[in-house]
T-cell receptor, first 111, second 113 residues
Framework: KQEVTQIPAALSVPEGENLVLNCSFT??????LQWFRQDPGKGLTSLLL?????REQTSGRLNASLDKSSGRSTLYIAASQPGDSATYLC??????????FGTGTRLTVIP | NAGVTQTPKFRVLKTGQSMTLLCAQD?????MYWYRQDPGMGLRLIHY???????AKGEVPDGYNVSRLKKQNFLLGLESAAPSQTSVYFC????????????FGNGTRLTVT
């Protein structure tokens, strides 16, 4: 069974810092990998989706990379802002209809 | 567009009671999913549907039933609630292409006493 791990579980940084969130998975046979953002009491919002054939995706200040062979992905956030405070989850699509989720990294950006 | 709407937002049940959670999407998505989110665990798939009139089991289907009578609605039922079903339930939907992203509702927080 696919297992997805996110380390660290929580991270606090001062505003303006660049930061990297990590995601690792055990089975490299994936269709794609998605990064989500979850605000307290809310659902998940899709940030970036990387197909298995891609190495990275960018959206604004966010850049996600994928190294399928090593089972790793990173989410890079440039020039962090207090509004970036949220829990970030990664999920790998290992079958047509199932995503395996990590437990998330709770990010706090301190003004 | 409202996106994915879940009702109710909160519910408290006693052990053995039944209830139905409703998920509605207005994006004409083919695929719909029910997940549960528990502390210290990633979201886990309960049931899903690949189109109107179809349903299938996910990773943790026991104790739940689903129905997809209309394309825009996906219902999750608990026939006899148990404390282990205390969780936050999320509905999600997506288009038919395999790499289309998931769109989530805001969740239903269920407590079973």
């Amino acid at each position: 069974k696919q297992e997805v791990t996110q380390i660290p579980a929580a991270l606090s940084v001062p505003e303006g810092e660049n930061l990297v969130l990590n995601c690792s998975f055990t089975d490299s046979a994936i269709y794609n990998l998605q990064w989500f953002r979850q605000d307290p009491g809310k659902g998940l919002t899709s940030l970036l989706l990387i197909q298995s054939s891609q190495r990275e995706q960018t959206s604004g200040r966010l850049n996600a990379s994928l190294d399928k062979s090593s089972g790793r992905s990173t989410l890079y956030i440039a020039a962090s802002q207090p509004g970036d405070s949220a829990t970030y989850l990664c999920a790998v699509k290992a079958g047509a209809n199932n995503l395996f989720f990590g437990t998330g990294t709770r990010l706090t950006v301190i003004p | 567009n409202a996106g994915v709407t879940q009702t109710p937002k909160f519910r408290v049940l006693k052990t053995g009671q039944s209830m139905t959670l409703l998920c509605a999407q207005d994006m004409n998505h083919e695929y719909m999913y029910w997940y549960r989110q528990d502390p210290g665990m990633g979201l886990r798939l309960i049931h899903y549907s690949v189109g109107e009139g179809t349903t299938a089991k996910g990773e943790v289907p026991d104790g739940y039933n689903v129905s997809r009578l209309k394309k825009q609605n996906f219902l999750l039922g608990l026939e006899s609630a148990a404390p282990s079903q205390t969780s936050v339930y999320f509905c999600a939907s997506r288009q038919g292409q395999v790499d289309s992203p998931l769109h989530f509702g805001n969740g239903t927080r269920l407590t079973v006493t």
